[in-house]
């Protein structure tokens, strides 16, 4: 179904996020208006926003094993780490 929104919602395993990261934070805590950009702050806490931003910031640069695990897993991916 996301695939059908437009504006899409961004990519950031194709193209990684290269805004501050407070921007980054308040993007995943409010979404986008208009867009398929959902917000988390129901679902999220502060902390686990932050790690996902930080996660976010730094995707491109990841340690191969840590790459090839997050992929190999999207769905379970955990944010209590």
Known sequence: MGKAEYPPAPQFVHDPADMPENQNFYIIAHGVRLTAMPGWEGVLNQDQT????T???HMDKLPSAVEKEWKSNPGQLSLSH
């Open 50 to 53: 932050w790690k996902v931003t």
């Open 55 to 57: 996660f976010l910031s």
